[in-house]
């Protein structure tokens, strides 16, 4: 069992930016790729961005040159730096993990991008 909790998200002017974070429950969290997706109202859930064990990335082209995502391993976290944002990131962040056939998801944490 995988608990994940995020946190950070809020209401942001466009061209702002958040940290999102996520603290996983897991002895084995550095042995796993973490994910985290966005869900817009109306909207199907979309990966936003994937970082390996190994540390290899990748970023869903909406946001590349804007967010960065990275882990810490000994704290057992992933991070979601997001820059530049824009009304259009207007989502709820959910952070995910898979265990074999299993996917774990927490809570989510809501992104609001206006002015």
């Known amino acids: 069992q995988v608990q994940l909790v995020e946190s950070g998200g809020g209401l942001v002017q466009p061209g702002g930016s958040l940290r999102l974070s996520c603290a996983a429950s897991a002895s084995d969290f550095s042995l796993y790729a973490m994910r985290w997706y966005r869900q817009a109202p109306g909207k199907q859930r979309e990966l936003v961005a994937l970082?390996?064990?190994?540390?290899?990335?990748n970023y869903v082209d909406s946001v590349k040159g804007r967010f960065t995502v990275s882990r810490d391993n000994a704290k057992n976290a992933v991070y979601l730096q997001m820059n530049s944002l824009k009304p259009e990131d207007t989502a709820i962040y959910y952070c995910n993990t898979r265990r074999g056939i299993y996917d774990y998801w927490g809570q989510g944490t809501q992104v609001t991008v206006s002015s």
């Open positions: 970082i390996t064990s190994g540390g290899n990335i």
